[in-house]
């Protein structure tokens, strides 16, 4: 088994690159893409159990529209084109974040992780819409909901991430 378990990555300067190489932010995201899949072939290679890929943050609600619609559409073709082959791969995907979007990507998000629910090998952790603050309070609000001592314990089973390891590394792009 490879030392490092669980590898987290913060996706960074995709916006900057695609400026200065290609005179495009999206540009950038495109590449930024072909990246996240070098990087999944390496992580599967090294037997690394857990990729945590911080895509995008509550905090990326901020950016034009222009980018955050491209952005989406290509998760959305990401999804379409990706997941057929992520599952004969054995890898689970799943979605860390609150899933508040279109229609259509809900949809998608939950087939490709119903699809991957039982994969064994390497798990993808996808955060998309995601905050470390609101993970802890939609948490917190489950636990006071159903009545629950507030315990780290409890709150634990509560979060997005929980029975996901730490990470052992946290890269930022
Ligand atoms: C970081 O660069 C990249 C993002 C915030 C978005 C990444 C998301 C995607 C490519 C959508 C699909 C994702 C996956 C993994 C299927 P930046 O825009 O923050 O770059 P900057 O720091 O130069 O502005």
Known sequence: MNPLN????????NGRWGLKNKKSRNEGHKEGLKTVEQIIKETI??????LT???FSTENWKRPKNEIDYLFKLLENFLINKITDLN??????????????????????NISEKKTY???????NLALNYG???EILSALKKLIKKNQT????NLEKYLDTSGIPEPDILIRT
């Not at 669980?6 to 300067?13: E, F, K, L, S």
């Not at 004969?88 to 998000?109: A, D, P, R, T």
């Not at 039982?118 to 993808?124: A, C, E, F, T, V």
């Not at 507030?150 to 314990?153: A, D, K, L, T, V």
């Open 6 to 13: 669980h590898v987290a990555i913060i996706m960074d300067g």
């Open 45 to 50: 290679k090294h037997k690394i159990k857990y």
């Open 53 to 55: 890929l911080y895509a």
């Open 88 to 109: 004969k791969q054995n890898i689970k995907l799943k979605i860390i974040g609150e899933k508040k979007f279109s229609k259509k990507l809900n949809n998608l998000i």
């Open 118 to 124: 039982k994969n064994s090998g390497l798990q993808i």
């Open 132 to 134: 470390s603050k609101k």
């Open 150 to 153: 507030i315990s780290e314990q």
